[in-house]
């Protein structure tokens, strides 16, 4: 299992960006899917996920009608689409799978963790 994260930047509040996260070794249709981030000092966060238990999309309050996830399994690809970027958006953000039955809150709120990770795109949104 291979993913890798593309589309980061800096811009500035209000602006868009859609990052990227290409895949590997895998299909998408058995994995639970999910972005996450990490801002300096704090914690890593779930902002959103394609469920593996009900193959719902689910959002963290902080980025719902902003972000929105998708995917194209042809390309075996999955984005997110982010709208009206905020300063407190930026952050690391990663793609992450993982192949257990995993409900979307669990896997937002990272309470069994994901098992593959990729490495980061770095997202900086200025005043």
């Known amino acids: 299992v291979q993913l890798v994260e593309s589309g980061g930047g800096s811009v500035q509040a209000g602006g868009s960006l859609r990052l990227s996260c290409a895949a590997s070794?895998?299909?998408?249709?058995?994995?639970?899917i999910g972005w996450f981030r990490q801002a300096p000092g704090k914690e890593r966060e779930g902002v959103s996920c394609v469920s593996s238990s009900d193959g719902r999309t689910y959002y963290a309050e902080s980025v719902k009608g902003r972000f929105t996830m998708s995917s194209d399994n042809a390309k075996n690809t999955v984005y997110l689409q982010m709208n009206s970027l905020k300063p407190e958006d930026t952050a690391v953000y990663y793609c992450?799978?993982?192949?257990?039955?995993?409900?979307?809150?669990?896997?937002?709120?990272?309470?069994?963790?994901?098992?593959?990770w990729g490495k980061g795109s770095l997202v900086t949104v200025s005043s």
């Open positions: 992450a799978v993982d192949p257990r039955p995993l409900a979307g809150w669990d896997i937002l709120g990272l309470y069994y963790g994901m098992n593959y």
């Open positions: 070794g895998f299909s998408f249709d058995d994995y639970a």
